[in-house]
């Protein structure tokens, strides 16, 4: 097999170009999303490799129009071209793009928005201009995805993302002074006994109570994967 490309059940994903290559972020948050059947669009915002996509392409098996936008035009390409190897190229595009620049031209009302945002804010650079974008919020901050998510909202239309557990309640502040509430929140752990990673939130414009959960990726006796993230990944990994 090729080691540049990453290979699920039911589609690959060549990962060259993309800053990021994937991980198990964009895996859990890919699983997660539970995608309900009146949706008919979906936009990933910063699709990097596509992966995200794609496993929505495969939840939805492709009944839905799926936009990745992403904004370095070497990552873009690669996506466009996983999208194409897809079996669901018809109902996938990626968009070489900014979200704020297609935030001011779009005008669809869109399903859901899901998105493994930017998250460094101080931290050291990496020598990787590409690298540098798809980590840092320079070009994406959390103000922006939110501002621009709001609008482009249908009215049950919701935002998925998936940030550091210790921006949650920064997040959390921004989103609700744009309409959007916490729907359900997962709380991410590498194992049992370590501290809360990630946070998984679901937003919509309903204020209603939220449901929590705790994903624990790995045991701590032998770092294999818990039985938990197993289940939640079977659709999608080849061999767990």
Request: proline share 2%; charged share 20%; net charge positive.
């Amino acid at each position: 097999m090729d080691s540049s490309i990453f290979y699920f059940k039911q589609f690959s994903v060549k990962q060259e170009k993309s800053g990021l290559k994937i991980g198990t972020d964009a895996v859990i948050l890919g699983a997660l999303s539970d995608v309900n059947p009146e949706v008919e669009l979906i936009l990933d915002v910063g699709t990097g490799t596509g992966v995200i996509a794609l496993m929505m392409a495969q939840k939805k098996n492709c009944t839905t129009t799926i936009i990745g936008i992403e904004i370095n035009k070497s990552a873009a390409l690669e996506a466009t071209s996983n999208f194409l190897n897809s079996k669901w190229n018809h109902n996938l595009t990626c968009l070489n793009i900014s979200f704020q620049e297609f935030s001011k031209h779009y005008y669809k009302n869109i399903d859901l928005i899901i998105s493994n945002p930017p998250y460094f804010n101080n931290s050291l650079k990496s020598k990787s201009a590409e690298k540098s974008t798809a980590k840092h919020t320079d070009e994406l901050n959390f103000y922006e995805l939110i501002e621009n998510s709001s609008k482009l909202l249908s009215p049950a239309g919701e935002l998925h993302v998936i940030i550091p557990a210790n921006e949650f309640e920064h997040f959390c502040s921004i989103a609700n002074k744009n309409r959007l509430f916490v729907k359900k929140v997962f709380w991410i752990k590498s194992t049992e006994l370590s501290k809360i990673k990630r946070a998984v939130i679901f937003f919509s414009f309903v204020d209603s109570i939220k449901t929590e959960r705790t994903i624990v990726v790995r045991k701590l006796a032998d770092n294999n994967y818990t039985d938990q993230y197993k289940i939640l990944t079977k659709d999608y990994y080849l061999n767990l």
